[in-house]
């Protein structure tokens, strides 16, 4: 039988233009942003960060959502890892470092 009403599972209109925005992002993060050199903020569309990965040779800070820092040489320990931190912004001196945005925000 045929679905007339234009409403598709979960009750998301047939209208949105894919699969993503129709059921939404599956997994922890959905985005990432690679940071090389200067200072990021994750404030405006870079808002939401809640991961970060810092490859070996990667120099910097990584500064925190509700205070302090942390130098990003502490993270770079030789395996490649995702640290889950709520950041507020991160400075590279040297290397890439890349941050991950959460696909939901916790409350």
Known sequence: MADTTGIQP???PASQANQFERLGH???FHQVIACSSGT????GSNFGVG????PTGSA???FFSNGGSLPLGVLAQGSIR???LSLSSVTVDSGTVYALVR???AK
Do not use: D, M, S
């Not at 990021?40 to 404030?43: D, E, G, P, R, V």
């Not at 991961?51 to 810092?54: D, H, K």
């Open 82 to 84: 995702i640290y889950e």
């Open 51 to 54: 991961g970060l990965i810092v």
């Open 26 to 28: 599956p997994g922890k």
């Open 10 to 12: 979960y009750n998301y």
């Open 40 to 43: 990021t903020t994750f404030t």
């Open 60 to 62: 910097g800070t990584a």
């Open 103 to 105: 696909n939901q925000l």
